[in-house]
């Protein structure tokens, strides 16, 4: 394969509030791979629709998750920062795609059986090809590593297999056109870390989640110090102290959820955590975890806050993306017509 140069590309939906674990799975990551990495971060608002969104709501979340980039620490002027339907290349390849991948493929994909339920007849064609989507968004790029959370492990797999499929389907043409023998990369997932997955704080079997109907499940990004401890102290536990070894928190989804939070927001490990902590009760625990989360969080909604209360300055920042990534986008679609046989002029 043609060497691609290294990039990172990864994209956060304007669905609602954002929560610690959209901070701890991706934007923690997001923000530690801008030292190493040419990085693009979009605001997926296409992905938002395949479920329905109120047309206002829409405009102030993908807003809001902008000013969270921002706020996390990424640097808007040396990464590109975007919202997606604001390059069309997206849906194109998205398209494309859409031709490439198996309904098999599809069928198999957990994240959609999970949020059809029993209601598939009545979900949106766009729930279902959700994933070619986003490996469009990821292969409009050509981008080498995805930072996300676990949640995201078997979409990132489904677009190594379309990049896979595209460059084999159109082998002779790609040789024909000095691409070599490969045109998109193999994609690496980054996923990394004590909580690739932080869990519902009233279940520890849920995954921490913007459309949990209860708020007391997720600690948003815009909580203030009060309603963290509300939550913190409210989150569900077991009757048992705390172990002292990792292996003791197997079958304790509760206390493992708690610790894993605890070694992300501290960049530590488990087992540091309980080198502090074992042996002794959640009441003293949960009130280092408030201390904590708050000393961590705070500054976050703080500074969101305030780039809110500009509006015009978000929607340029976005502009000034859009305009950087399309650049990048609208070589990617000419090659992609060139080596699907589109006559171009
Ligand atoms: N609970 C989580 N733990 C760790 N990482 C998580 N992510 C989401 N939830 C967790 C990661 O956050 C990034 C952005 O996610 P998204 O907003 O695009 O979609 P999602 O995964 O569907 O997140 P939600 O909160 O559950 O949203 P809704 O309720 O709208 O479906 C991704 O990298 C994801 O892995």
Redesign the pocket.
């Known amino acids: 394969m043609a060497a691609v140069a290294e990039r990172v590309f ?7 509030n ?5 901070y ?4 923690k990551r997001f923000v530690e791979l801008q030292e190493r990495f040419d990085c693009i971060y979009c605001v ?1 608002d296409l ?2 629709i395949t ?1 329905w969104q109120e047309p206002e709501e829409l405009k102030r979340h993908t807003r809001e998750v902008t000013a969270a980039f921002i706020a996390c620490g990424i640097d808007p002027k040396k990464h590109i920062v975007f919202n997606q339907s604001q390059v069309s290349g997206h849906a194109e390849l998205a398209w494309i795609f859409n031709c490439v991948a198996r309904m098999g493929w599809l069928n198999r994909m957990t ?1 959609f059986k999970e ?1 059809a339920g029993k209601d598939r007849e009545n979900v949106s064609v766009g729930l279902f090809a959700y994933p070619d989507l986003m490996a469009a968004d990821i292969l409009l790029y050509r981008a080498t590593h995805v ?6 492990k078997q979409h990132l797999e489904l677009t190594r297999d379309i990049a896979q499929k595209f460059n084999t389907d159109f082998g002779p043409s790609l040789s024909g056109l000095g691409f070599g023998e490969g045109y998109f990369p193999l994609t690496e997932p980054v996923i990394a870390g004590p ?6 704080l009233r279940d520890g079997s849920k ?6 109907a209860s708020d007391f499940s ?1 600690i948003n990004l815009t909580d203030d110090a009060e309603a963290i401890a509300g939550k913190v102290r409210r989150a569900k536990t077991d009757p048992e102290p705390l172990p002292s070894e990792e292996a003791g928190l197997k079958e304790r989804p509760e206390a493992d959820n708690l610790v894993g939070i605890y070694a992300a927001l501290l960049d530590g490990t488990k087992q540091s955590v309980l080198d502090q902590f074992g042996g002794g009760q959640f009441s003293t625990f949960k009130g280092a975890l408030v201390d904590l989360a708050v000393e961590k969080l705070s500054p976050i909604a703080g500074e969101m806050k305030r780039l809110m209360a500009d509006v015009s300055a978000i929607d340029a920042i976005l502009a000034d993306g859009a305009d950087r990534a399309r650049v990048i986008a609208d070589k990617t679609i000419a090659d992609v017509k060139d080596i699907v046989g589109m006559v171009r002029r």
């Open positions: 990864s994209g956060v939906q304007p669905t609602g954002l929560h610690l674990g959209n701890l799975g991706a934007i997926v992905h938002a479920v994240q949020k930072p996300v959370g676990e949640d995201q909580a690739t997955r932080v869990m519902s995954k921490m989640s913007k459309s949990d997720r």
